[in-house]
């Protein structure tokens, strides 16, 4: 037991350094715009910024700042699958549009329980149209105009929620 008990403080300080060394901030990577080398963008100094200013980091403002672009980006990418799949279906692609559809789950599982808190009715609707368009699509002959109207009714309920 006597021996135990130093391997145990150690262990402990160690996992202690780990984690105090996870929390640091991850330094951002800086990328030039599309369509300019680096050359362009290295070439004029930047005179708009002072040494103050760059000490203080925007982006950790208050923990709640941080979470609303997370949500925003995932309604986005709720609102680019249903724009996706609905342009599939008028072109009349349905494995094209099965395919855009798949990734539906994937951002409305990140925000769900939130749609959920706010408007179990709209929730619900998102829900059921969703299990709809599915359905609708892994049929033989899916039905265009059902397909249409099903998306229509849940790209209003995503816009409808999204917003703060």
Do not use: H
Not at 28 to 40: E, F, M, V
Not at 42 to 56: H, L, M, N
Not at 71 to 82: A, D, I, R, W
Not at 84 to 90: C, D, H, I
């Amino acid at each position: 037991m006597n021996r135990f008990n130093p391997v145990l403080i150690v262990a402990a300080i160690s996992m202690m350094t780990l984690v105090g060394c996870n929390k640091g901030d991850e330094p951002t990577a800086q990328t030039p715009p599309a369509g300019s080398s680096i050359s362009d963008t290295t070439a004029t100094p930047s005179a708009t910024t002072t040494p103050d200013a760059a000490a203080i980091p925007s982006a950790t403002t208050s923990p709640s700042a941080a979470a609303i672009p997370a949500k925003t980006t995932e309604f986005q990418g709720l609102q680019g699958v249903v724009t996706n799949t609905k342009t599939a279906v008028e072109a009349g692609n349905f494995t094209k549009a099965k395919g855009e559809f798949d990734k539906f789950e994937d951002f409305w599982s990140k925000v769900e329980d939130g749609v959920k808190a706010k408007s179990p009715t709209t929730y619900k609707e998102i829900e059921d149209k969703s299990d709809e368009v599915k359905a609708g699509l892994k049929t033989s002959a899916p039905n265009k105009s059902k397909l249409l109207t099903a998306l229509g009714v849940l790209n209003k309920d995503v816009t409808s929620v999204a917003k703060p």
